[in-house]
Every structure is written in structure tokens, then in C-alpha cells.
């Protein structure tokens, strides 16, 4: 992997515009919506006014604290709620679109943002490494289990429906050779990057990041071709988006782990990290992007190659 943070810098600088577009009747889900950017990109779009925003999380006790902040705010007229949703597991995925299905006749909006970086390698009840599970596994999931409401949503709306995967620019510094050879896992990229590192090589938690978010793209491309009409109409528009580089809880677990390891997060968050609520301006402007969108990387402030 051959990481080039300073475009960061560039970024960092520039900033981010606000969107200010009203999302006034609109009705949108943001999952990992507690902290971060995808607690800002709620609360943003609580100050555009949309309908009803449903905060997916998976700490309910995090996400009701989350709700009074952004009523606290006092920006908009949302409607807001917390529902459970654990990335971890299918059956909470499951469950959660069920509900989505049986309580809202209408989601004009989801923003799939749950993401995670631990430090260690872990196998989660499901079998996947724990990054590829929330990451890429249970986005793929939600993000298919939504598409039937998102579309019954535009037929009634008759204004194009989004749906929004969260990914990284770390997806664009990887190298053939930061994949395992696969020939032992039948062929399946995902069961050999899965697996835990072996022959001598470290597990390394920002290289499985990146990875995660390569496939997390191939993913918002498969849910891009599966979101047209018999016709070829245009149901939905799906956009993949980066937030570049932001402050965020997202390197809890890797701080003060090595001395090394802390002091360089430290550097970079300094360094490159804009304001987190900057990430959550991409995200909502993602959100709004017209049919041109559709299929494309918002990288930060603009559809991208
Ligand atoms: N920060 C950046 O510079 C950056 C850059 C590029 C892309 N991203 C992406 O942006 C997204 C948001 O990250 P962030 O930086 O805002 O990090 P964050 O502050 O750690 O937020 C991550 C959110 O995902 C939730 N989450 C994690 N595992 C989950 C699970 N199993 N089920 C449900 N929710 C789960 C977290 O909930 P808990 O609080 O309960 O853990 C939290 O709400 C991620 O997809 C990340 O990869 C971030």
C-alpha cells in the first residue's frame, strides 16, 4: 500500500461548503449515526429539515444521547429515532430492514456510514473478519434489503430516492501485491483477506481498511446496477462517497496501543483531520446529488474518476 495523505492537506484547507439545500419531507436513515461523521451528517440534515431520520445504532443508550444533542441543536423540524442495528450481525441487519419495511412507507434517503477499525484481528459471529463483516459484508446486505423501499419511495415521491455507501480514498493506494493469494480459499478474494494473516505477515488493521473500502466500492457499483426499472429507468440513485479525511472516533481503538503507533494518528489527526462535520457536509451533499450521481464516487466535494 502506498498511502499519500497530502492531498489531505489540500483538502483540509479548502474545505468543506455546507450543504443548504432543504431536505423538508424527506425521510432518511443514517446508520452509525451516534458519533462521528455520521452523527453529523444526521444532525445536518435535521438543520435541512428532513421528515424523519431514523439514527441506526447499535448502542441504544449512545444513540438516545446522539437524538438529544441533535434536538438540542434546536436547527429544523425533525422528527428523530433511534433504532438498533448491530453491522455485526445479520440477524440485527435483518431485523432492522423488516422494521423498515413494516414502519415507513416511504425512505427517500439512506446514508450506509457504520464502519469500523479495530486494532486486532477478530472473527465476528458471523464468521467474517470484523472489519469485512460491518464494513463491506452487512453494508452489501442493508444496502440490497433497502433497495425495495428506496425504489416504492420514488414511485410515490416521483423525485429520485438515494442511496449512499460510505468509503475511504485508502481504497485508491493499494497494490496487487496487498492481496493474498487466493488459491487456497477457491478462489475467493473475500475468504483470503479474510482469514487471519499468515507466512510470517502482520496484521495490519488500516491495510484491511483499505481493502474493506475497495470492496465496499464494488458493492455501491452492484447495488447501482440493480436499481433500475425493467425499463432501465432509473429507480434510485446510488453514489459512493469518501468524507476525506476527518476527526472521528474511527481510530479509538488503535490509540495507545505502541508509543509509534499513537504519536503517528496523533501527527495525522493534526496534520490532515478536518473538523468532523465537514465529513457529514459530504455525505448529505452526496445525498442530493442529481442522476448523474448515479453509479459515481463523490470524493469530498465532487464526483470523481
Ligand atoms: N474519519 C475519517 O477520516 C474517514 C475517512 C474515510 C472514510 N471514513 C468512513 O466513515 C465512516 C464513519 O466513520 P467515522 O470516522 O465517523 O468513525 P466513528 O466516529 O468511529 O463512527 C463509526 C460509527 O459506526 C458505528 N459502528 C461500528 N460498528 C458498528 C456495528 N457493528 N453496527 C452498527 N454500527 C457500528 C459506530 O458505532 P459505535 O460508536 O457503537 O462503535 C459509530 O457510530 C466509516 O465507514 C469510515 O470508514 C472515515
New binding site residues.
Given amino acids: 500500500m502506498k498511502p499519500n495523505p497530502l492531498p489531505f492537506l489540500l483538502e483540509r484547507w479548502a474545505g468543506v461548503a455546507k450543504p443548504t439545500n432543504s431536505f423538508a419531507g424527506r425521510r432518511v436513515l443514517v446508520?452509525?449515526?451516534?458519533?462521528?461523521?455520521?452523527f453529523e451528517a444526521a444532525a445536518t440534515l435535521a438543520s435541512l429539515d428532513a421528515d424523519h431520520i431514523i439514527l441506526g445504532?447499535?448502542?441504544m443508550d449512545?444513540g438516545m444521547e446522539a437524538r438529544r444533542k441533535i434536538e438540542a441543536r434546536g436547527q429544523g423540524k425533525s422528527n428523530v429515532h433511534v433504532w438498533e442495528?448491530?453491522?455485526?450481525d445479520y440477524s440485527s441487519v435483518q431485523r432492522f430492514a423488516a422494521r423498515i419495511e413494516k414502519e415507513m412507507p416511504r425512505l427517500d434517503v439512506a446514508i450506509l456510514?457504520?464502519?469500523?477499525s479495530p486494532n486486532d484481528y477478530v472473527v465476528g459471529v458471523e464468521g467474517w473478519e470484523s472489519i469485512l463483516q460491518?464494513?463491506v459484508m452487512a453494508t452489501a446486505l442493508l444496502g440490497l434489503l433497502l433497495l425495495p423501499r428506496l425504489r416504492a419511495s420514488t414511485a410515490v415521491t416521483h423525485d429520485l430516492s438515494h442511496l449512499v455507501i460510505?468509503t475511504?480514498t485508502a481504497h485508491r493506494w493499494l497494490e496487487l501485491s496487498d492481496f493474498p493469494d487466493t488459491a487456497k480459499f477457491g478462489g475467493s478474494i473475500l475468504r483470503a483477506v479474510s482469514a487471519r494473516p499468515s507466512d510470517g505477515n502482520k496484521w495490519n488493521p488500516l491495510l484491511q481498511?483499505a481493502r474493506s473500502?475497495l470492496f465496499a466500492m464494488y458493492v455501491s457499483e452492484s447495488l447501482a446496477a440493480l436499481a433500475t426499472g425493467p425499463n432501465g429507468k432509473l429507480e434510485v440513485i446510488v453514489t459512493s462517497v469518501?468524507?476525506?479525511?476527518?476527526k472521528?472516533?474511527?481510530m479509538?481503538d488503535l490509540l495507545g496501543k505502541s508509543f509509534s503507533q499513537t504519536l503517528t494518528l496523533r501527527v495525522f489527526d493534526i496534520l490532515f483531520?478536518k473538523p468532523t462535520e465537514q465529513?457529514g457536509w459530504s455525505y448529505v451533499r452526496a445525498a442530493a446529488l442529481p442522476s448523474e450521481g448515479h453509479g459515481r464516487w463523490y470524493k469530498t466535494t465532487a464526483l470523481t474518476q
Fill in positions: 446508520t452509525g449515526a451516534n458519533t462521528g461523521i455520521g445504532v447499535r448502542n449512545q442495528l448491530d453491522m455485526g456510514n457504520a464502519g469500523i460491518v464494513n460510505v475511504s481498511n473500502k469518501c468524507p476525506g479525511a476527518c472521528s472516533d474511527l479509538r483531520n465529513g
